[in-house]
Structures are given as structure tokens and as C-alpha cells.
Nanobody, 126 residues
Framework: QVQLVESGGGLVQAGGSLRLSCAASGRTFRTYSMGWFRQAPGKEREFVATFRWSTGGTYYADSVKGRFTISRDNAKNTVYLQMNSLKPEDTAVYYC???????????????????WGQGTQVTVSS
């Protein structure tokens, strides 16, 4: 029911920054949580960061704590992922996802996603 459009990926040198955007449209009233996941070549998709739309609560994977920040813009129905101090290991396709059911625990399991964006490529060179 929710459509997601991602943007902001690209090529950056190690230590650089990028900001990813995910614009949501459609039945956003059932968007309880939004999250970012990533999939590196040859690896499974993994959790990066999550955001509770109603409370603003956030949670991050250990690998990105202190470097990545997830935020929202209510007026634009958009969630962002600010990525600083990028490392080559951050190279992956980054996906935005929505959990459209309520859960007490944070949205870290990709199996709980109701909608996905198409993904945006982030490449970090050495």
C-alpha cells in the first residue's frame, strides 16, 4: 500500500559522506516504522537503521553506530539516512522499507517489511 522512492546513492571515497532519501506515498497512515537495509555483493541483506514514525525513536546496527543518522521530514513524508565516515565495507545496495504493522520491538527483521524501495547503490572506494 506504500510506495517508496529512494535517491542519493553514488560513488564516494573512504571518509566521505552521502545522504540517502526515501520518499513515501500512498497509505502512509499505516506506516509505523521505516528502516534502511543494505545488501553487499555476495552477502545477505542486513539491517542498518530503523525509525518509528510516531515517536521518532531510532535504532542502529552496531556497524554504523556513530556514523549514520536516520531522520524524517513529516511535511515531505520522507526519511533520510545521513552517512558519514564511510568505509569500503559500507559498499552495498541500500534499500528503504516500511513495516505496516505495529510491534513493540524495533523494525530490524526484513521479513516484517510490507513495502520496499528499488534500492540505491552506494560505492565507497579506498
Amino acid at each position: 500500500q506504500v510506495q517508496l522512492v529512494e535517491s542519493g546513492g553514488g560513488l564516494v571515497q573512504a571518509g566521505g559522506s552521502l545522504r540517502l532519501s526515501c520518499a513515501a506515498s500512498g497509505r502512509t497512515f499505516r506506516t509505523y516504522s521505516m528502516g534502511w537495509f543494505r545488501q553487499a555483493p555476495g552477502k545477505e541483506r542486513e539491517f542498518v537503521a530503523t525509525f518509528r514514525w510516531s515517536t521518532g525513536g531510532t535504532y542502529y546496527a552496531d556497524s554504523v553506530k556513530g556514523r549514520f543518522t536516520i531522520s524524517r521530514d513529516n511535511a515531505k513524508n520522507t526519511v533520510y539516512l545521513q552517512m558519514n565516515s564511510l568505509k569500503p565495507e559500507d559498499t552495498a545496495v541500500y534499500y528503504c522499507a516500511v513495516r505496516n504493522v505495529y510491534r513493540v520491538y524495533d523494525f530490524i527483521d526484513e521479513a516484517e517489511a510490507g513495502s520496499w524501495g528499488q534500492g540505491t547503490q552506494v560505492t565507497v572506494s579506498s
